[in-house]
């Protein structure tokens, strides 16, 4: 496997449900990120990991729950969703350097998540 | 106040044309970087180019070019030669130069291009 891996690609679940998503980064990176995508908004900044400290919660609720626990995975943990939770989740890495602004991010191909 | 806008929500550009993707930003700070993003229907974003305000000369990758007017802030993608492949949505994104925004990039809402044969 090469760059950022996501599982699964698609998950439909019910808003009593307890699921996984799961990122996997292979370029030695030491930042990694969870996004969430909604349909014709920005992409929203959920958390980030730098060295497998969470370093960014941007207001995300609690039932959504992220665990890094080294500095290739990542998972964001879902329990008693809404429907308006449904959107593609992407996960990203980077090589992150204090006070450079270029810091590229890699994204993995994103799960679409339908919660009914 | 949005910080990135891009005005178009969609394009249809003949093949082979070049197209033009406007984004605007806005910032107070002095030091920033700006990305475009391209994201097929398969989801992953791929990165695209990169410019850094205080970078003089436009940036420039293959067939992309970045149109940097920072009085104006603006930061149009330049696509030349439009391909079918290039069928995609389109984002802007900015990184701010404070620290404690370091890891944030601030996306605009995207522009989805599609090249006709």
């Avoid at chain 1, 950022?4 to 930042?31: D, I």
């Avoid at chain 1, 626990?69 to 329990?79: C, Q, V």
Wanted: glycine content about 6%.
């Amino acid at each position: 496997e090469t760059g950022v891996t996501q599982t699964p690609r698609h998950l439909v679940m019910g808003m009593t449900n307890k699921k996984s998503l799961k990122c996997e980064q292979h370029l030695g990176h030491n930042a990694m990120y969870w996004y969430k995508q909604s349909a014709k908004k920005p992409l929203e900044l959920m958390f980030v990991y730098s060295l497998e400290e969470r370093v960014e919660n941007n207001s995300v609720p609690s039932r959504f729950s992220p665990e890094c626990p080294n500095s290739s995975h990542l998972f964001l943990h879902l329990h008693t969703l809404q429907p308006e939770d449904s959107a593609l989740y992407l996960c990203a890495s980077s090589q992150w350097r204090l006070a450079d602004l270029y810091n590229e991010q890699f994204f993995g191909p994103g799960t679409r998540l339908t919660v009914l | 106040a949005q910080k990135i806008t891009q005005t178009q929500p969609g394009m249809f550009v003949q093949e082979k044309e070049a197209v033009t993707l406007d984004c605007t930003y806005d910032t107070s700070d002095q030091s920033y970087g700006l990305f475009w993003y391209k994201q097929p229907s398969s989801g992953e974003m791929i990165f695209l180019i990169y410019q850094g305000s205080y970078d003089e000369q436009n940036a420039t990758e293959g067939r992309y070019s970045l149109n940097f007017q920072k009085a104006r802030k603006s930061a149009n993608l330049v696509i030349s030669a439009s391909q079918l492949g290039d069928s995609a949505m389109y984002f802007c994104a900015m990184r701010e130069g404070r620290f404690y925004s370091n890891y944030q990039l601030i996306w605009g809402a995207g522009t989805k291009l599609i090249i006709k044969p």
